[in-house]
């Protein structure tokens, strides 16, 4: 029974963790979880090969990855000018970017957890290809790209895909994240991620999976039940810059991760899987180190965790589990997915 709270270094806040709460009774909304079959192919689905988008465009007949710029996009370089505000008060700034979104597979029912690592290796080669071109405009200080994964994160399309927002602005996250490195590395002479990676280790209780490059943990001050991040041991500010080896332990450990999130409840997982990387704004970022986080919004399989006065209404997060029992459910999990386990 955990009840303290824990100081999150990347986002420089308290995470109160109310363990001792999980079990009081409930009587709200159950999310319940969806067993059908999903078929290879979706004559209707916008991301299946071969399909006509609502743009009128129609999709290749792609056979691994295929990239498209958003039919609806929120940031784009056709966004109008903004409105002068009636009050010299405010501030404006056009909606410019670039969003595209990326389909890991021409398999409508496959997902992230799913592919090889070899496929997972080439997506990894696309998402440097991307943060590259997209970083390198001028108008672009950072590429955020993230996968929104299941129902419970209001993603009713389970064709495998992810979305890239180009923007020319750096998201609040990644900028806390870049304040906290500069000022830890500034006291210390070391790098912010790193002295989290070491703790871990020294603890040991909360790594999920780890190979010669690569690690996997539940971090000591999660904010969300099953939040894991994934990253490589060494330093680089963003995924454009690991070598080959990397990429290929980094697709091991989060194939991994992803196979037991699927086995926990023998059900696709749903999350927000965001890449954290350094702004492309500029700035010197060497001392940034690109990681995976996982935001996975469900507490049981059938109980999301809701946002709520503690979140909202004051910015830090109530947890209601314990990271170590958590991480305990993810590291006895197997790392064989329950369906080849069932069809082979
Ligand atoms: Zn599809
Ligand atoms: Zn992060």
């Not at 999310?31 to 004559?43: A, D, H």
Request: glycine share 6%; proline share 7%; aromatic share 10%.
């Amino acid at each position: 029974m955990t009840w303290e709270e824990r100081w999150h270094p990347l986002r420089g806040e308290w995470v109160v963790v109310a363990a001792h709460r999980q079990n009081r009774p409930w009587s709200g909304e159950m999310v319940g979880r969806s067993l059908k079959e999903i078929p290879r192919f979706v004559g209707d689905c916008y991301l299946c090969p071969g399909n006509l988008r609502v743009s009128g465009a129609t999709n290749p007949a792609y056979d691994n990855i295929f990239v498209f710029d958003n039919d609806h996009p929120s940031i784009s370089t056709g966004a109008p000018q903004p409105d002068v505000p009636r009050s010299a008060f405010h501030k404006t700034m056009r909606a410019d970017g670039i969003s595209r979104v990326v389909c890991y597979s021409p398999r409508h029912d496959l997902t992230l957890a799913e592919l090889s690592q070899v496929e997972i290796v080439r997506l990894f080669e696309c998402w440097q290809q991307q943060y590259a071109e997209l970083g390198s405009m001028p108008n672009v200080d950072h590429v955020l790209i993230f996968e929104n994964k299941g129902e419970a994160v209001g993603v009713s399309n389970p064709h495998p895909h992810c979305q890239i927002y180009a923007n020319n602005f750096v998201f609040k996250t990644i900028a806390n994240e870049v304040q906290a490195g500069r000022e830890y590395f500034a006291q210390n002479g070391r790098v912010l991620f790193q002295d989290v990676i070491a703790a871990e280790i020294e603890d040991g209780r909360r790594i999920i999976a780890e190979n010669d490059k690569a690690i996997a943990f539940l971090p000591y001050f999660a904010r969300y039940a099953y939040e894991v991040f994934v990253a490589p041991k060494a330093t680089h500010p963003s995924i454009a810059n690991l070598s080959g080896n990397e990429l290929k332990d980094l697709a091991e450990v989060l194939k991994t991760v992803l196979v037991k999130f699927d086995n926990l409840w023998q059900m696709p997982f749903p999350y927000v899987m965001p890449l954290h990387q350094a702004p492309t704004d500029g700035g010197d970022h060497s001392t940034f180190h690109f990681h995976i986080e996982f935001h996975p919004p469900l507490r049981k399989p059938d109980l999301l965790k809701y946002l709520a006065g503690p979140e909202i209404g004051g910015g830090n997060f109530l947890s209601d589990t314990s990271p170590e029992e958590k991480a305990a459910e993810l590291i006895a999990a197997s790392s064989v997915h329950y369906k080849t386990e069932v069809s082979e």
